[in-house]
């Protein structure tokens, strides 16, 4: 490493980031804090392109911070599809789409702004330089890996960044915290949507999307022969797997199967009627390997705090891919993320379009990776 390298960190307000920066500043970096507004609409309809940095006055960092608002784009590109996928009846993760669009394109451009080499942020995972590629890899500390959150991220992010707290545990940062001085070392992490006050979707909705106001009135609830057995409160507030607040009553507990947007309807079931061994990922991409042309074995995970499963990936046109896992996943959600994992590296993941029934492999299907339809 070339002493006084110049490298752009992102700066959340939160202990991870601080860290992060702080350990750069040891290790003989020179750094910049950036911290990306979002919810600032004074400058609400500039482009990225647009905005300017501007020196902010954040007196508790040994080292200059920018601040720079993104809020227009953040408005278009994140808060826009987090409402139009619950109005299309899927379940948005805008943490991870945020992340793509927002903080490592902010950073990138504010890199380029104030000609620094390279960028970091405190998020709990690693990037390695193995046989000319670069890899995403998950955080040692397993109960804070998020490696999930970044498999959006491209060769071209991963070459320009730093990823700090990969190899430490949150006490560890938080001990570290201490010995740096930072006075927020004990600061509690949010769990929250930003840009959703209180967590309370519903309200957020209501108030954001007046026009839908017909369709949040509520509709059928069926059971799964099709007879309707209650009435919705608006389709875009619940999610696949939901048993609580669907107001009906029947002898054996009743979820959430699906969601028609189109109709305006629930479709319930028992809970082994939430398991299906196949979905259908769109906009998958691929980290640190080529599109696979054959069927490919990995393991998978359909959420952030899901268990990884075997399965069997069969790539297909416009950047979607097929997904049969080994044994059957429970309340595989269109919206959220499918992500990839060879062992300790991810490998890509995609957007779930679908979940499909699928009848069981037999142990010769599961480790050929035959028994899978192309699409």
């Not at 400058?43 to 993104?70: C, G, K, Q």
């Not at 451009?109 to 960028?119: D, M, S």
Request: aromatic share 8%; proline share 5%.
């Amino acid at each position: 490493m070339k002493k006084k390298e110049h490298v752009i960190v992102g700066i959340s307000g939160g202990v991870d980031s601080a860290v992060a920066a702080c350990m750069l500043i040891e290790q003989g970096y020179r750094v910049t804090g950036l911290h990306i507004k979002v919810l600032d609409h004074s400058d609400d309809n500039l482009s990225l392109e647009e905005s300017s940095l501007i020196i902010s006055d954040r007196r508790e960092y040994r080292f200059p911070v920018f601040s720079f608002n993104l809020s227009g784009s953040f408005r278009r590109d994140i808060i826009a599809y987090f409402q139009q996928d619950y109005v299309a009846g899927r379940t948005p993760n805008p943490c991870m789409v945020c992340n793509k669009l927002i903080k490592w394109k902010g950073l990138l451009k504010g890199a380029e702004i104030l000609q620094a080499h390279r960028i970091a942020t405190g998020h709990y995972a690693r990037i390695d330089f193995k046989n000319g590629r670069y890899r995403l890899l998950k955080g040692t500390d397993r109960q804070k890996d998020q490696s999930y959150f970044l498999w959006m991220l491209g060769s071209e992010e991963l070459s320009k960044t730093i990823l700090p707290l990969g190899t430490l545990t949150k006490p560890e940062v938080r001990e570290l915290a201490r010995s740096f001085g930072v006075r927020w070392a004990e600061k509690k992490e949010s769990q929250e949507i930003c840009f959703v006050p209180d967590n309370d979707y519903r309200k957020f909705l209501q108030s954001s999307l007046p026009e839908l106001s017909e369709k949040l009135k509520g509709g059928e609830i069926l059971d799964s022969e099709g007879k309707v057995i209650g009435r919705h409160a608006g389709y875009p507030f619940y999610t696949i797997g939901q048993r609580k607040g669907l107001g009906i009553s029947s002898p054996e507990p009743l979820y959430v199967r699906s969601l028609d947007a189109e109709k305006n309807r629930l479709h319930v079931g028992s809970k082994v009627m939430l398991e299906c061994r196949k979905l259908i990922a769109g906009q998958v991409n691929w980290i640190g390997i080529d599109c696979p042309k054959t069927p490919m074995r990995a393991s998978a995970r359909i959420r952030y705090r899901d268990t990884e499963e075997s399965c069997c990936i069969v790539s297909g046109p416009e950047n979607r891919a097929e997904v049969v896992f080994d044994k059957p996943k429970q309340s595989v959600t269109p919206g959220q993320a499918v992500v990839f994992f060879r062992e300790d590296e991810v490998i890509g993941g995609g957007i779930i379009e679908e979940a499909l029934a699928e009848p069981p492999l037999d142990s010769h299907q599961a480790s050929s990776g035959k028994g899978t339809v192309k699409l």
